[in-house]
Nanobody
C-alpha cells in the first residue's frame, strides 16, 4: 500500500514562505490527482489545494493567490509553495490522492492512508 510522506514544514513569521513536499512511497497508479489538506489545532481537517494530471488546479478560497500546488514531471512528488503566510495558516499539512477531480475537496474520498503530516507554524 502506498505511503505518503510530507516534509518541508517549520516555523515562519507572518508574511514568510515555505515549500512543502509530498512523496509517494510505494505503488500508486498513474495518472492521479493529488491534493493538500490541513488540520489546525482544535479544528477538522480541511481541503487546501489539488492538482489534476493535466495540470489543472483548484484551491480553497482562504489560500487562493497565496499558495501554489505543483508536481514534478514524473508526477510522483507534489509540492505546495506557500507565500504571505498568516497565523491562521498554522496547521499540520497532509497530502493525499483524491479519487476524482469532482470530489477533490472531499476528505472522505481519498485513496491513501493519511500520513504523519508536516507541521507549519506561523508566528504573529
Amino acid at each position: 500500500q502506498v505511503q505518503l510522506v510530507e516534509s518541508g514544514g517549520g516555523l515562519v513569521q507572518t508574511g514568510g514562505s515555505l515549500r512543502l513536499s509530498c512523496a509517494a512511497d510505494g505503488p500508486l497508479w498513474s495518472p492521479n490527482h493529488r491534493g493538500w489538506y490541513r488540520r489546525a489545532p482544535g479544528k477538522q481537517r480541511e481541503f487546501v489545494a489539488a492538482i489534476a494530471p493535466n495540470g489543472d488546479t483548484t484551491y480553497a478560497q482562504s489560500v487562493r493567490g497565496r499558495f501554489t500546488i505543483s508536481r514534478d514531471s514524473a508526477q510522483n512528488t507534489v509540492y505546495l509553495q506557500m507565500h504571505s503566510l498568516k497565523p491562521e495558516d498554522t496547521a499540520a499539512y497532509y497530502c493525499n490522492v483524491p479519487i476524482s477531480w469532482k470530489n477533490a475537496d472531499n476528505l472522505s474520498m481519498v485513496a491513501a492512508p493519511w500520513g504523519q503530516g508536516t507541521q507549519v507554524t506561523v508566528s504573529s
